[in-house]
């Protein structure tokens, strides 16, 4: 079965560092981009950033490139088939489920076809 | 930057009848998008992609159509499930996304 599974929800104090993780199975992991989405309580889903597995190419959207917002990064340790969300100061605003979605492979298309189960981050002093 | 408006916001509609949820792109983004349903509590989960190909496993009830910029969901003959929160996505810019604001689909 195909399948990406996120670690637990976390509860942090403002300034602290995370790294949340998503492990995959069922597939070749290197073969397939990660996309991280975010669902901050009550509202709408929001694009963070993909990365390849494959060579840890990397891209961000706009609203959450590491030069503009500072924090959030992405990486994956493949040997594991593991991709990573990490901030180094996080803050209440960070409060959310994140998701990471698989990105199919399918003649140009690039939907989300598999999803983690979520990961609900919770920053509170 | 592509921003994808989904309306109506909220759509109130009997169980067995056809609901239609629209969703509008700022510039043509071909038929490059996607269509994710979201139950309470539950992660999103693919429904159609490239404006009206299901997804594995998604039932027949479910069809989009559409190019350009504008899209169309149709759900006929609604089912209990159904009741959700739908999600537009354009991926014509990849790898650049943009998701619509959502579209709840409630019981009348």
């Known amino acids: 079965e195909v399948q990406l599974v996120q670690s637990g929800a976390e509860v942090k104090k403002p300034g602290e560092s995370l790294k949340i993780s998503c492990k995959g199975s069922?597939?070749?992991?290197?073969?397939?981009?990660i996309g991280w989405v975010r669902q901050m309580p009550g509202k709408g889903l929001e694009w963070l950033g993909v990365?390849?597995?494959?060579?840890?190419?990397?891209?961000?959207?706009?609203s959450f490139s590491p030069s503009v917002q500072g924090q959030v990064t992405s990486s994956v340790d493949k040997s594991i088939s593991t991709a990573y969300l990490q901030w180094s100061s996080l803050k209440a605003s960070d409060t959310a489920m994140y998701y990471c979605a698989r990105v199919m492979l399918s003649a140009g298309h690039y939907g989300m076809d598999v999803w983690g189960q979520g990961t609900t981050v919770t920053v509170s002093s | 930057e592509i921003v994808m408006t989904q309306s109506p916001a909220t759509l109130s509609v009997s169980p067995g009848e056809r609901a239609t949820l629209s969703c509008r792109a700022s510039?043509?983004?071909?038929?490059?998008l996607a269509w994710y349903q979201q139950n309470p509590g539950q992660a999103p989960r693919l429904l159609i992609y490239g404006a009206s190909s299901r997804a594995t496993g998604v039932p027949a009830r479910f069809s989009g159509s559409g190019s350009g910029t504008e899209f169309t969901l149709t759900i006929s003959s609604l089912q209990s499930e159904d009741f959700a929160v739908y999600y537009c996505?354009?991926?014509?810019?990849?790898?650049?996304?943009?998701f619509g604001q959502g579209t709840k689909l409630e019981i009348k």
């Open positions: 990365i390849y597995p494959g060579d840890s190419d990397t891209r961000y959207s706009p």
């Open positions: 069922g597939y070749t992991f290197t073969s397939y981009w």
């Open positions: 996505q354009q991926y014509n810019d990849w790898p650049m996304y943009t």
């Open positions: 510039q043509s983004v071909s038929i490059n």
